[in-house]
């Protein structure tokens, strides 16, 4: 078992998820290193977003051992909560609050009180100050998912989950997001990224880690370094030629 | 980053949590107003319905005979569309997963959430109660027990509050989900409408000797709160993470 400080960020071994009589999860075995950012791929139904919701802490697994930064996230859920975001393509911000009090509330859930120095910190990074006081219906969908991508760092999380986080956005809100995600990025080199994306050049273009899957197991698992992407994109198109079970 | 929070590691109180989820809910409705706007119309037209199916009854003693019936089914049927809509906001963009991501007791959002349903519950009748007895009871003579309808009113919103809260969490990702809490919100609740019913009645009649009734449908109301919000308590977790 890796130490709190070092090692993964995360292992999972023979992580099963069961609903009814279909394995969304089948024996998965993952390992990523601190500081990595992973790309995972695969068709629909492949077990990506189930996948990330157990690693969210959203849905606990069947069975199997799940490790993040260093503690049992099947034993302790509630210690590792603080230490991980997740940025979705649904915002999780209320449409009649305004960005401040979106983020004075999140923070309160956090650290009982609001952090107003941090929450003054993040809409200067996500270049929402000066709009921090109208209500976040009045906001285009790009700055909605800037400010969720605020959201997710008002607890200044260890791990990072990012699920579809470029879905419904236009391509200058894309490359605001991506911006941002990498900002984001540089201030803690520390910090692990978990993207779902059915979009493989993003994907591709972010990662240092790749994981393809289908059928709710790894077909493919390893570093960007040694992978050729025209190799990587016919496995990729070969796995989504597989479908779901 | 420079403003990490000397907090990180050390969980707040479950107190703050409660107030900062209930606050949220509250700043919400009083900036919205869909839920109590809703309720109080939904209310207004059931109680003209009432009017139109009352208005060839002469004798008002029939009507007070009737009134503590009447009057629970205008809160049953008020609630049933309150509660609907007392998660809208929260599934609309996600927001229940962000709270859920935050090391909050899966019991103090229930507690939160069934606070604010009660609140709003408690503002419906604060402004329905009075129009029913205006409209229907305002010629007949009230038994001096009248007031004491208050007990079963408090007994069975926070019932319907806490119950309500458990089984619309459970219906939010359904389909038809309306419809389904109705089905089963109405069995669940009824042995607690059925006492309150009881209790109001025999207030509103005022006759002597069926005090008894009034107390022992009083302490029913009572022990299905503690029961059923104990039991709400303890599988929020499940209901809101299944």
């Not at chain 2, 000397?6 to 919400?28: C, H, I």
Request: hydrophobic share 50%; proline share 4%.
């Amino acid at each position: 078992m890796p130490s709190e400080q070092g090692g993964y960020a995360v292992e999972a071994h023979g992580l099963i998820k069961q609903f009814g009589l279909r394995r969304a999860l089948d024996n998965l075995e993952l390992t990523v290193p601190r500081g990595a950012f992973l790309s995972i791929f695969g068709p629909n139904g492949a077990g990506k977003t189930t996948l990330l919701r157990a690693l969210a802490l959203l849905s606990r697994p069947t069975r199997g051992s799940l490790s993040i930064l260093g503690v049992n996230a099947l034993e302790e859920p509630e210690r590792l909560r603080p230490r991980i975001g997740l940025i979705s393509h649904r915002s999780m911000l209320y449409g009649d609050l305004s960005a401040q009090e979106n983020l004075e509330f999140f923070s309160s859930l956090y650290e009982g009180e609001p952090n107003r120095a941090r929450i003054d910190e993040l809409l200067r990074l996500v270049e929402l100050d000066h709009r921090r006081n109208d209500a976040v219906r009045t906001y285009s969908r790009g700055m909605q998912q800037r400010l969720s991508i605020a959201r997710s760092l008002v607890s200044d999380p260890d791990l990072i989950l990012l699920d579809e986080p470029y879905s419904g956005l236009d391509p200058h809100a894309v490359d605001l997001t991506d911006e941002l995600l990498g900002r984001v990025r540089e201030q803690n080199p520390q910090r692990t990224f978990i993207m779902v994306s059915h979009d493989l050049d993003k994907g591709f273009s972010w990662m240092t880690h790749a994981l393809i899957m289908a059928r709710g197991q790894a077909v493919f698992a390893g570093e960007k370094a040694g992978i050729d992407r025209e190799a990587f994109r016919e496995l990729y198109l070969a796995t989504v030629g597989l479908g779901v079970a | 980053m420079a403003a990490r929070s000397s907090n990180a590691g050390k969980r707040p109180s479950k107190f703050a949590q409660y107030r900062a989820l209930l606050t949220k809910d509250l700043r919400q409705e009083l900036r919205t107003r869909e839920m109590l706007t809703s309720m109080v119309v939904y209310a207004l037209l059931v109680l003209t319905v009432y009017g139109a199916a009352l208005s060839q009854v002469g004798d008002r003693v029939q009507v007070v005979a009737f009134a503590g019936g009447m009057l629970w089914a205008l809160i049953v049927f008020t609630s049933l569309l309150g509660l609907n809509r007392s998660f809208a906001h929260e599934t609309e963009s996600g927001c229940l997963e962000g709270i859920l991501l935050a090391p909050v007791d899966r019991a103090v959002i229930f507690l939160a959430k069934a606070t604010s349903n009660l609140i709003f519950l408690t503002v419906v009748e604060l402004i329905c109660v009075p129009l029913f007895f205006v409209f229907f009871l305002s010629g007949a003579e009230l038994a001096s027990t009248t007031p004491m309808i208050v007990l079963p009113l408090v007994m069975g919103t926070v019932g319907v509050a806490g119950v309500g809260t458990l089984l619309s969490t459970m219906t939010i990702d359904t389909r038809g989900r309306d419809v389904l809490l109705a089905i089963l919100l109405i069995p669940v609740i009824f042995p607690l409408l059925y006492a309150c019913v009881s209790a109001c009645s025999v207030a509103f009649m005022g006759v002597e000797g069926t005090f008894g009734t009034f107390w022992t449908s009083l302490a029913v109301a009572v022990a299905y709160d503690v029961i059923m919000i104990a039991a709400a308590w303890g599988l929020y977790e499940f209901a809101v993470e299944g």
